[in-house]
């Protein structure tokens, strides 16, 4: 089963940006429908962005404009840029891969967003 490793969360200032990179293991990364999730407290999951394998991109609502969501096959890696940060990003960030035999989650990756 293929394993998710989240990185590049942290506390930043709003309107300030950060990169998360999620590191997938196995070799059928290029297969996988790669997405972002986040969860605030008190708050459901809800989708931030999701790349397909085919390249087709979706974006929540409330990031539309401002997180791109992009891969490096070659390297296993899905990553989000997330510009132009407001205190409502505020949560825990998940990666998330999935095709028509598995669905796999990191653990998270915390992203804080305040002055």
């Known amino acids: 089963q293929v394993q998710l490793v989240e990185s590049g969360g942290g506390l930043v200032q709003p309107g300030g940006s950060l990169r998360l990179s999620c590191v997938a293991s196995?070799?059928?990364?290029?297969?996988?429908?790669m997405s972002w999730y986040r969860q605030a407290p008190g708050k459901q999951r809800e989708l931030v962005a999701q790349?397909?394998?085919?390249?087709?991109?979706r974006y929540g609502d409330s990031v539309e404009g401002r997180f791109t969501i992009s891969r490096d096959n070659a390297q296993n890696t899905v990553y989000l840029q997330m510009d132009s940060l407001k205190p409502e990003d505020t949560a825990v960030y998940y990666c998330d891969a999935y095709n028509a035999y598995e669905d796999a989650w990191g653990q998270g990756t915390q992203v804080t967003v305040s002055s």
């Open positions: 196995g070799s059928s990364f290029s297969t996988y429908t």
């Open positions: 790349l397909g394998s085919t390249g087709y991109t």
